[in-house]
C-alpha cells in the first residue's frame, strides 16, 4: 500500500487504499469481496466475527434449530395418519450442529481467509471517521481514494424495563448458544425472532411464555396471520399475552418474575428479550461528514451513498433489516462504487418470511397500511385447509393466502402466504407484486393440481373488483 501522512496529525503512516468497508457481516463482505475480486484495494474492517449475525446467530441457526422443532411437530402427527410415533425431544444434536457449522464455537478464521483469498485486507477492530474518507482502526489510519462503505449491523436492543438489570437477561445470541434449554421461559416480543425461537423451545420441552405489547403476535404482519399462529402456538403449549407490556422484572430464587402492566405476575427460570434491534453509531465519529450521531439509522439515496464517498448497507440503513435486503444494497453499492451507475435500490416489494409452523410469508403492503396510504383495496382471503392440498395434507394443515388489491389499477399490492411452505409460495405472489402484474393476467395462469400454490388462484377467484 501507498503511505501519506497521517491526517489525524499524529505523525503516523495513513496508508492509502481504494475502497475501506466498516463492518464485515454478509452486507459488508458482500460489497467488499467482489471490489476486491475487480482488482481495487480494499481493507475490511470488522470488531467481532465475519460473516456478522446472520451465520452465527441468526438466519442460518436459527433456521437448523425450526427444522429440528418442525421435525419433532411431525413426527407426533404421525398417529391417526400413517401409524405410531414415540418422540423424545433431544436438544444436544441442535447444539452440536450449530457449533459445527459456526466452525469451531463461533471462530471466523474460514470467512476471513475467504475474504483474504480474494485478494481483501482484513483488520480486526473498531473503525471511526476522521475525516470524510479517512478511517482510523486502533493505531492504524486508512485514507479511501474511492470511499467508504458502513456497515456495521445492528444488535439486540434491551428494553428500559425496571429490574431488568438485575436478572441474567437472554437474547438469541444466548439461545442460539445454548447447550441445554430451560425448563420455562418468559419472551418479551413476538417479531419473527421471539415468534420463531418460542416454538422451537416449546417443541422441546420448554414451558414457554410469550408478551407482546401490541395486539397480535407477528404485530408488523396481517391480523389474520397473527391470529392463526397464536391458535397454533396455544397448541404447542405456549401461553400468550399480547396488548400488554412488561412493567417490572425480579429476580427470584429459581430465576426471574416478569410483572405486566395488567398486573399479571410471570414466573420462569428465565427471561428472553426479542423486542427489536439498535444500532451503535456514536462511535463511528458520523460527525465528521455532518451526519447527526444519533441518529438510529444511517439515511441513504436510491444508490446507497450517503455523502460523497460514502456508502451505507445493510441492517444499518434501517430498510427491513433482512439479509437478503443487505444483499441486495450491497449489490447496488458496489455497482456505484466500480462504475458510478448501475441498478437504484426499490424496496416496495421486499419479500419477509417467519419460519415458524404455520410458515408465515408477506411481501408489499399489508391491508391496513395500503388503505392508509389511500388506495381503494379489495382483498380475497383462501384457507390453506379449504383447497385440495391442505384437505390431502390434514394435520398441520393451518394456513391462509390474503391478497391485497389496488381496486382501481386491478394489481396486487400485497400478499400474505402462511401455512406449509409458505415463504415458497410466496414466491409468485413476490413477482406478481414486483411487476404490477394484473389480476386478469394471473387468473388466466394454469395452476398445478393439488399444490399449495393454487391456493393463489382460489384466492384470486374470490376477489370481488
Request: glycine share 12%.
Amino acid at each position: 500500500m501507498n503511505e501519506k501522512t497521517d491526517s489525524t496529525g499524529n505523525n503516523g503512516e495513513a496508508e492509502l487504499v481504494d475502497v475501506i468497508v466498516i463492518g464485515m457481516g454478509v452486507a459488508g463482505e458482500s460489497v467488499a469481496a467482489p471490489l476486491a475480486e475487480s482488482g481495487l484495494r480494499v481493507v475490511g474492517i470488522e470488531a467481532g466475527l465475519v460473516g456478522g449475525e446472520c451465520p452465527y446467530w441468526g438466519c442460518i441457526p436459527s433456521k437448523m434449530m425450526i427444522r429440528g422443532a418442525n421435525l419433532l411437530a411431525e413426527a407426533r402427527r404421525v398417529d391417526g395418519m400413517a401409524g405410531t410415533a414415540t418422540v423424545e425431544p433431544d436438544w444436544a444434536p441442535i447444539a452440536a450442529r450449530i457449533r459445527e457449522q459456526a466452525t469451531d464455537n463461533w471462530n471466523d478464521q474460514v470467512a476471513v481467509d475467504r475474504f483474504e483469498g480474494k485478494g481483501g485486507v482484513f483488520v480486526r477492530g473498531r473503525a471511526r471517521f476522521v475525516g470524510p474518507r479517512t478511517i482510523v482502526v486502533d493505531e492504524r489510519t486508512f485514507i479511501a481514494e474511492r470511499g467508504v462503505v458502513v456497515a456495521t449491523g445492528t444488535k439486540p436492543a434491551i428494553p428500559p424495563i425496571p429490574g431488568i438489570d438485575t436478572v441474567d437477561v437472554w437474547t438469541n445470541h444466548e439461545m442460539i448458544e445454548a447447550k441445554e434449554l430451560p425448563g420455562s421461559i418468559v419472551v418479551l416480543g413476538a417479531g419473527a425472532i421471539g415468534s420463531e425461537l418460542s416454538q422451537v423451545m416449546a417443541r422441546f420441552g420448554t414451558k414457554v411464555t410469550i408478551v407482546e405489547a401490541l395486539d397480535q403476535l407477528l404485530p408488523l404482519e396481517e391480523p389474520e396471520a397473527g391470529g392463526l399462529l397464536r391458535e397454533a402456538f396455544e397448541q404447542d403449549g405456549i401461553t400468550v399475552h399480547t396488548g400488554v407490556m412488561a412493567q417490572e422484572v425480579r429476580a427470584v430464587d429459581g430465576g426471574v418474575e416478569v410483572v405486566l402492566a395488567d398486573g399479571t405476575v410471570l414466573a420462569a427460570e428465565r427471561l428472553m428479550v426479542a423486542t427489536g434491534r439498535r444500532t451503535e453509531l456514536a462511535a463511528l465519529g458520523l460527525d465528521t461528514l455532518g451526519l447527526d450521531p444519533a441518529l438510529r439509522f444511517i439515511p441513504t439515496d436510491e444508490r446507497m451513498r450517503v455523502t460523497n464517498g460514502v456508502w451505507a448497507v445493510g441492517d444499518i440503513t434501517g430498510k427491513g433489516l433482512f439479509t437478503h435486503v443487505g444483499i441486495y444494497q450491497a449489490g447496488i453499492a458496489a455497482a456505484d462504487i466500480m462504475e458510478g451507475k448501475g441498478p437504484v435500490a426499490d424496496y416496495a416489494t421486499i419479500p419477509r418470511v417467519t419460519f415458524t409452523d404455520p410458515e408465515v410469508g408477506s411481501v408489499g403492503l399489508t391491508e391496513a397500511a395500503a388503505r392508509e396510504s389511500g388506495i381503494d383495496v379489495a382483498t380475497s382471503l383462501a384457507e390453506v385447509p379449504g383447497t385440495a392440498r391442505g384437505w390431502l395434507h390434514a394435520s398441520g394443515n393451518d394456513g391462509l393466502i390474503k391478497l391485497v388489491v389496488d381496486r382501481e389499477r386491478r394489481v396486487l399490492v400485497g400478499a400474505t402466504s402462511a401455512g406449509p411452505h409458505g415463504g415458497e409460495v410466496l414466491g409468485l405472489l413476490t413477482l406478481a407484486v414486483h411487476e404490477s402484474t394484473s389480476i386478469d393476467r394471473l387468473r388466466s395462469m394454469i395452476y398445478a393440481y393439488p399444490t399449495f400454490h393454487k391456493g393463489i388462484e382460489d384466492a384470486l377467484n374470490r376477489l370481488e373488483l
